[in-house]
């Protein structure tokens, strides 16, 4: 039995449990008077049917799943004459690959060795059998479970006490799941970055005033060595995100001010998605947008008044950017301006304030904790973006605060030491992993802030 059909099979049963469980526990009712006379409701008999049928089954499911393909590859290993075994983890890799690949058809048994067609027919064989023995465990134990369950109901029986710890307990495994990603996450670019440190000093990384990851052909040049000083890098990332910033963040929170405080249900109902639709646009189109039409027409203007405007400037990508990230200030602020309570706005006009005075004064300081996370989120979606950098800024490393020259960032410089076949054994590709490390510093570092913002303003405003 194939995978779909096992799972469609499974599913199948699974509704049927909860529906046999949920009349059992009708029918456990029925002599006594009412199912006011159960100790739960027949929805979770139902429930825990289903869960005594599917849980224990979909376990034995997904451990087949995580080491089918493991066990199958050391039995065709095991299953090859001695002078077929390779010798090496990589000769190993390479004919397992050529074997499955015969297997599934991609490559013609006709041009194989004799080894490899014996091997991919031992894998199919061994594939076979396998799905075979996990249907019949997973429909088996399906089952048991479900007449375990099902023999088990009572009137007296607890069934939203267990359903209840079942959810609570799949509630904790979702919440441990991302705790633990993000872990693995750090953890392993930490030690990524811990063996680029190990070819290339910290401060060299930290203060450097070269970027220059490549080899050159000369030994004279820079980069004959490679020179791996972020400091370019980080001074373009952070003069594309401020300018985005400074686009963004009035603007939003001018919006937002506009749509919680002074617009009509009217004109908000038409407004507020018109302007969200920014926030779907994909980046690609904002990066021809900016290389098309917004780097340009700058070149053009600074031409006219005398300047030298680079055609990829960070000055094109910064206003395209802070566009990009204007719904993110804007729809987080009105949604925290709208929430402040109706009371401090009629208690602030009772007292006579002007309606400017009560924004200023009440509205804006009671809603800072949640306008300093729209600000926030639009800080790290423009710190972590790329692709109009790219087509905008250009990808020279230049340390420079001049807006009217080319930039990089350090996202699209881990994007251009990662693109094609690379060594993760090298300086050059390891610092991909130091930049990355750097990005998750700043971000935690922002996030502290706001914390620290938000704190201290809802011990006044609460």
């Not at 605060?401 to 094609?420: D, M, S």
């Amino acid at each position: 039995m194939s995978l779909v059909n096992l799972i469609i099979t499974l599913a199948l049963l699974i509704a049927a449990a909860y529906f046999w469980a949920h009349s059992r526990s009708l029918a456990l009712a029925k002599p006594l008077g009412g199912i006011r006379h159960l100790h739960s409701l027949p929805l979770y008999y139902g429930l825990r049917g289903a869960i005594w049928c599917g849980l224990p089954a979909l376990v034995v499911l997904c451990l087949w799943l995580m080491f089918d393909d493991p066990v199958v590859q050391s039995l065709v290993l095991a299953g090859l004459p001695a002078d077929a075994v390779p010798a090496g983890p990589a000769e190993r890799s390479l004919f397992l690959s050529t074997v499955v690949n015969v297997a599934s058809g991609a490559l013609p048994a006709a041009d194989q060795p004799a080894a490899v067609v014996a091997a991919a027919e031992r894998y199919n064989a061994l594939r076979g059998t396998g799905q075979l023995l996990v249907a019949v465990i997973t429909l088996g134990v399906a089952i048991s479970g479900l007449l375990w369950g099902v023999r088990r109901m009572s009137p007296q029986l607890r069934a939203r006490q267990e359903v209840e710890r079942v959810f609570r307990w799949a509630l904790l495994a979702c919440a441990s799941i991302a705790i633990f990603a993000t872990l693995g996450i750090v953890v392993s670019v930490l030690f990524e970055s811990l063996r680029f440190f190990e070819a290339v000093p910290l401060t060299d990384f930290l203060f450097g005033l070269e970027w220059s990851p490549q080899t050159a052909i000369r030994a004279d040049q820079v980069g004959s060595s490679g020179a791996f000083g972020a400091v370019p890098l980080f001074m373009g990332t952070l003069l594309i995100s401020a300018i985005a910033l400074l686009v963004a963040v009035p603007v939003g929170l001018m919006s937002a001010i506009y749509l919680g405080e002074y617009a009509g249900s009217r004109l908000r109902n038409i407004a507020k998605p018109a302007l969200e639709i920014l926030a779907g646009v994909p980046t690609v189109v904002y990066g021809f947008f900016a290389a098309l039409s917004v780097a340009p027409f700058i070149r053009d203007l600074g031409a006219s008044l005398g300047l030298s405007v680079s055609s990829e400037s960070a000055l094109a990508a910064g206003l395209v950017m802070g566009v990009m990230i204007i719904p993110f200030v804007s729809s987080l602020a009105d949604d925290v301006i709208t929430a402040v309570p109706r009371s401090l706005r009629d208690g602030s006009l009772a007292l006579g304030a002007t309606r400017s005075e009560t924004v200023k004064k009440v509205i804006i300081p009671a809603a800072l904790p949640g306008i300093v996370g729209g600000v926030l989120l639009a800080a790290s979606r423009a710190i972590g973006e790329t692709m109009i950098v790219v087509m905008a800024a250009g990808m020279a490393a230049k340390l420079t605060l001049n807006p009217l020259e080319a930039v990089t960032t350090v996202t699209v410089q881990i994007v251009t030491l990662l693109v094609g076949d690379q060594e993760f054994d090298s300086p050059k590709t390891l610092a991909a992993f130091a930049l990355g490390l750097m990005l998750f510093l700043i971000t935690l570092l922002l996030n502290v802030i706001a914390l620290y913002i938000v704190k201290k303003y809802r011990e006044l405003y609460d």
